[in-house]
């Protein structure tokens, strides 16, 4: 058995952040499935958005934040993480982040502007922001003396006072797999964060690494913890669709520089679905897109950019012209093969401005948890900003805690499974899974395609957890197990709206509704 001060399940920004506040007097363990860098964090191109600049403002970053949210946006956590968001970044600077620097602006670094900021305000590291922050914080977590980090461990389950018989609702650590290994570890902790990440791996395409399966929320729900807004999906209207690559982002620049969104034969269709054409915001162009795939039988559309002088779509786009010419596209000859995917978890476990679940001593920060910033639609560039600033509100929370003794936590026990004989059991529903969301619960929606994703979802549910129960675990069918439960989260989050709002669209409720309501989970009785 492991015992840690402090255990962190994930080593993206939220859980480095966290492990950097807390290691000066605590004993810290820091475990994430695949080695220390991999994670949405690592992958954040845009920047941080943040108020650095005099004439922006915390009242505009607010304001800018509440129209994206689309009403849904908890005040109250939006204000405290704009005006935090100085203090994060002078944090991140201190520690070495080379943030582009622009001496002629009076912050000294460049700003960006992105969709839907009133002001330039995205701090950025040209244009590999996260993977700079995650680099420097990750080299300050290995050389700390009293960060334990723990690479290729995947938590389990939560160890919760229910499962060990105790009064009360408090969490004591976690079983997690040694991969390497092959062995289930005990992990106890005095107190437990989950820093998991989102779920873009529900579906089918998707931006996001191949860590974002739903782990933590899937975990913090079985623990007894509430989620909320899970419907609200962000897609990002063009991901490049080929069959090697993935995750692979064709940037909303190259629509800002003109690229235009085609059919197969060449047709133009932005125009017929919204006035601003391919500059539409987002969510407009994904849902056209979606549109039209769906109407026409498509795997993708075209973005093209091509007629636009060589020379300028290399010095413009330098990354994605040599990322799509090793996959044999010239861009600049081209017009390229694009999907909407999705790129963001908006919901996630409810938490306070601290962090803090509802179950004692458990903690939740990142695109993990919920804390009402995003509201109904997020804001580019709040995601990495909300890490930095809840990340330190919950080790303040920690500092501030009484300290407790331990309880005695049995080991975990296998002795009644054994090896699986068919793991094409748990690939074909993987897929199943992926490719059901993405037909039934994409960007559009219905009650009849939802319905049908319900219950496939459940025979799928059923058929793990029997699984589950019968084989040893494995780091897929953990996956997996989180992955559909996650997607039944979002289909019973999504069948309670019964309206259009943000980015979940409805087309048997095309209209937002006057009142403005949270969709909140409760899980069964603990
Ligand atoms: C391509 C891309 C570009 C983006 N660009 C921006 C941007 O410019 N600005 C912005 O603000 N946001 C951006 N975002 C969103 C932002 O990157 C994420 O919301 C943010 O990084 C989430 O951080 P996190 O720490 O919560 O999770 P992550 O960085 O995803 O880290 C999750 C960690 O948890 C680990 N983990 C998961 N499950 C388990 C388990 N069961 N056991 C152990 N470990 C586990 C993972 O291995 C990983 O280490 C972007 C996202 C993507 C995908």
Known sequence: MLKFDVLIIGSGLAGMTLALHLAATRKVGLITKRDLLEGSSTYAQGGIAAVLDTEDSVEEHIRDTLIAGAGLCNEEATRFIVEHSKEAIDWLIALGVPFTRDDTHKTGYHLTREGGHSHRRIIHAADATGAAVTSTLGQKIKAHPNITVLEDFIAIDLITSRKLGLEGKRCYGVYALDKTLDQVVTIAAKHTMLASGGAGKVYLYTTNPDTATGDGIAMGWRAGCRVGNMEFIQFHPTCLYHPHTKSFLISEAVRGEGGILKLPDGTRFMPDHDPRAELAPRDVV??????????????????????????????????????????????????????????????????????????????????????????????????????????????????????????????????????????????????????????????????????????????????????????HVTNDLIELRNLVQTAELIVRSALLRKESRGLHYSRDYPDMLEETQETVLQPAQH
């Open 286 to 471: 994904a849902r056209a897109i979606d549109f039209e795939m769906k109407k026409h039988g498509l795997d993708c559309v075209y973005l093209d950019i091509s007629y636009k002088p060589a020379n300028f779509i290399k010095e413009h786009f330098p990354n994605i012209y040599a990322h799509c010419l090793e996959l044999g596209i010239d861009i600049t000859q081209e017009p390229i093969p694009v999907v909407p995917a999705v790129h963001f978890t908006c919901g996630g476990l409810v938490t306070d401005l601290t962090g803090h679940t509802d179950v004692d001593a458990l903690y939740a920060v990142g695109e993990v948890a919920c804390t009402g910033l995003h509201g109904a639609n997020r804001l580019a560039s709040n995601s990495l900003l909300e890490c930095l600033v809840i990340g330190k509100a919950a080790a303040e929370d920690i500092l501030a805690a009484p300290d407790i003794v331990l309880p005695k936590i049995p080991d975990w026990d296998d002795s009644q499974v054994t090896d699986t004989d068919e793991e094409v059991v748990i690939s074909h529903n993987w897929d199943e899974l992926r490719r059901a969301m993405w037909d039934y619960v994409g960007i559009v929606r219905t009650n009849k395609r939802l319905m049908r994703a319900l219950s496939r979802i459940r025979l799928l549910s059923e058929e793990i957890n029997e699984y589950y129960s019968n084989f």
